[in-house]
């Protein structure tokens, strides 16, 4: 008995120093497993989602994929592990996965009181509304009196009750606790507007009998910036993702893209120069932890922010979502990464 | 300490001691097991308590005195965003005795109707009643109530093309819309009359029974009764100048505005939980019948009775007493069966107190509160299908 509960003890503090270890220097273990074990969505199309033969893709799927070119110079070296709503945070808490890329909305609950550590937004996302085209609705203030679907539990219900109060406009609320149920009871018809984050929407609206049907209102009632989330107390860690995202960006602006990338390194711009890691005696890529191709290998992997957005959510995409705030601030939008310099 | 117990060494059997004694090694696993037992339940609520300050989460009540901040489809009291989580829990539960309460008064009659009709001589009626038991009986609950949800809205018409019936009702799949009363000033006389009428209507039964019993003459009490319950709030009405009107459903932007309007929520619910428990009843309703000794309609026959009175004097009555002791279990399974509302989106209490889990976090309250209501409506049910069965039982003269 005594021996059993020694054998315990010590199996208790092995782990605890394992998970110390883990949380210490995240990139030393993640270079000593050979991949990245990346959090993503069960299945939201254009976001993280596996095809028929288990493969991922998505907007989430690449910031994964563009962490793992950063670090191993090859974006195939992930491992996904898909986590509902529920799942997530406790996977992210207990080193399960290594980052989450999963829509998840930054707040200030999650980034202090849950332990984790938000930095960039990769996605501006806010709750909107869709409705049948039929209804010659052209603004969330002519919904008085609709039927709205919505899902049970969430913030979504809150802020709908409240933007609805605050406009002294009427509504029947239609609540299911199941993402499906909802999707079937405004497919048939019980409901006359649908609202989740936007994002969502355009997602969902794919899924309906006839999306085309159907259209997603301009108000955007509630702010939801989603971004990638690391556990506090590894800034290198933490450091190492931001700037991914924010590589991707300052791609873009620069006009790097998958397609040039090789060319862009002979530009004469000294700041596309020290970017690319081209630059003599460059430490920018080194003092991050990485090789300074680093955001070599990312756009080589993934492309610019403009690329992963257009092919999995935006104009490429069956999605069709438009830049909106998440184009590059000179274009009228919000995302704007710090000088690499 | 068992040993302690025994203080009477002459009783026992002169040979072997205590430790073998029967008596004493009973009581003392007993006493073993519940020391056990309490020991288990007391390591349970300290590890939770315990657990629950580790992670800072509140416990207690306090919770229910703050804003809900959400909003209720179908609610029979006044309630808003603003209005607090016990309000909200009081909207669900009042929203779950509805639907039990109706659906126990349709599958009674319609279970009695069936489980007759499965006795009838009639070789079609008797089939018909058949399949329904089988078909109903067969499936579960949860499908009984997604078939009636699925059904109501795909056949039902959208709002626009709401299919209009007599008395201004408008039927579509946001649900029956009917005229709303609107109670002016001095429609309190017609409301006193109605309950004046039906007082009436009861004490005339009961004289009616009397002098039959006494006399052998039969007083038309139907008859009387319905014009007395129609006639009279009719006459006050329109004496005090027709004080009540009515609020019309009218076609609006979306959806009909004005009225009352009964949701598919509700009506899918009430018929899928009618349908299934009825089937149950009719089973019970066949057995009751069958239960009653041939020998009492033989007699009745005899003494020529006519063959429905005899079923209503003589078979039901006898019959009864078999089957409300598992008719309480149906009407129980009824309402424990109305918490599948949350998977149409019946605000019952269920499903309430699951969005108040999910914004508040505290889900041991929320557990409590519900199997406490639920154990309280199914105790209240006993306690009166109890009562009612004690008055039915045979009271022999």
């Known amino acids: 008995m005594a021996k059993r509960i020694l054998t315990a003890l010590v199996g208790a503090a092995v782990m605890g120093i394992g998970t110390q270890a883990a949380s210490g220097a995240t990139l030393d273990d993640v270079k000593a497993k050979g991949f990245v074990q990346c959090g993503v969505n069960t299945g939201l199309a254009g976001f993280a989602a596996p095809d028929a033969s288990g493969n991922w893709s998505g907007f989430d799927v690449d910031y994964c994929k563009a962490i793992a070119a950063a670090i191993f110079a090859d974006g195939s070296k992930v491992k996904y592990t898909p986590t509902s709503a529920k799942e997530r945070f406790p996977a992210l808490q207990s080193g399960e996965v290594d980052v989450l890329a999963r829509n998840t909305t930054w707040t200030i609950n999650r980034d202090t009181a849950l332990g984790f550590n938000f930095r960039p937004v990769n996605y501006y996302d806010g709750q909107g509304f869709m409705v049948r085209k039929g209804l010659n609705v052209k603004s969330a203030l002519e919904l008085s009196g609709a039927a709205v679907c919505v899902q049970t539990g969430t913030t979504t219900e809150l802020n709908l009750a409240d933007y609805f109060k605050s406009n002294n406009l009427q509504y029947n609320p239609v609540v299911f606790e199941k993402l499906e149920e909802v999707n079937a009871a405004y497919d048939a018809g019980r409901c006359d507007v649908y609202t989740t984050d936007q994002s969502g929407l355009y997602s969902l609206r794919l899924t309906l009998s006839k999306p085309d049907d159907h259209m997603i209102l301009p108000e955007i009632i509630s702010k939801e910036p989603l971004g990638p989330a690391v556990r506090q107390g590894d800034d290198q860690w933490f450091d190492i993702v931001s700037w991914v995202h924010y590589a991707l960006i300052q791609a873009e602006d620069f006009g790097i893209t998958q397609a040039n990338v090789e060319e862009m390194k002979k530009s004469a711009n000294p700041d596309v120069q020290r970017f690319l890691g081209v630059e003599a005696d460059s430490k920018i890529g080194t003092d991050l932890g990485l090789t300074n191709e680093w955001a070599v290998n990312i756009i080589k992997a993934v492309g610019n922010y403009g690329e992963v957005f257009d092919r999995n959510i935006g104009a490429g995409s069956p999605l069709k979502i438009e830049r909106g705030l998440n184009a590059l601030w000179s274009k009228g939008g919000i995302q704007y990464a710090p000088p690499v310099r | ?397």
């Open chain 2, 1 to 397: 300490m068992a040993i302690g117990v025994t203080t009477t060494p002459e009783k026992t059997k002169p040979s072997g001691s205590i430790i073998n004694d029967p008596q004493v090694r009973g009581i003392f696993y007993q006493v073993l097991t519940l020391v056990v037992l309490a020991a288990f339940v007391y390591w349970v609520a300290d590890n939770t308590i315990e657990n629950l300050k580790r992670a800072n989460i509140a416990s207690g009540y306090d919770f229910l005195n703050g804003r809900a901040g959400f909003d209720v489809g179908q609610s029979l009291i006044a309630y808003t965003s603003d209005s607090t989580y016990q309000r909200a829990l009081i909207v669900g539960l009042l929203n779950t005795l509805l639907v039990a309460v109706c659906g126990i008064f349709t599958a009674t009659i319609i279970g009695f109707a069936v489980g007759i009709g499965r006795l009838s001589h009639n070789w079609l009626i008797a089939k018909l009643s058949l399949a329904y038991v089988e078909i109903f009986r067969n499936i579960p609950p949860l499908l009984v109530i997604f078939f009636w949800y699925s059904g109501v809205l795909a056949i039902l018409p959208q709002p626009r093309e709401s299919a209009a019936l007599p008395l201004n009702m408008f039927l579509n799949n946001r649900g029956l819309a009917f005229p709303k009363p609107i109670f002016g000033d001095g429609s309190l006389y017609t409301v006193l009359a109605f309950v004046l009428a039906i007082v009436a209507s009861f004490l005339l039964a009961r004289y009616a029974r009397k002098k039959q019993e006494a006399t052998g003459q039969r007083f038309p009490v139907l008859w009387t009764s319905l014009g007395l319950i129609i006639g009279l709030p009719l006459l006050v009405f329109l004496a005090t100048g027709s004080p009540i009107t009515f609020d019309v459903p009218i076609a609006g932007k979306f959806n009909l505005t004005g009225g009352s309007v009964i949701g598919p929520e509700f009506l899918s619910l009430f018929l899928a939980l009618s349908f299934y428990t009825a089937a149950f009843i009719a089973e019970i309703v066949r057995a009751g019948i069958r239960g009653v000794s041939k020998g009492q309609t033989e007699a009745a026959h005899a003494l020529g009775v006519r063959p429905g009175l005899t079923t209503r004097l003589v078979v039901v009555p006898q019959a009864l007493r078999i089957i409300i002791p598992p008719l309480t279990s149906q009407y129980l399974n009824l309402t424990k069966n109305s918490s599948l509302a949350v998977a149409i989106g019946y605000a019952d209490l269920v499903a309430v107190g699951g969005t108040i889990l999910n914004q508040t976090g505290q889900s041991i309250e929320i557990v409590t509160i519900w199997i406490v209501v639920y154990l309280s409506l199914s105790l209240a049910t006993s306690l009166f299908m109890n009562w009612f069965n004690a008055r039915m039982a045979l009271v022999e003269r």
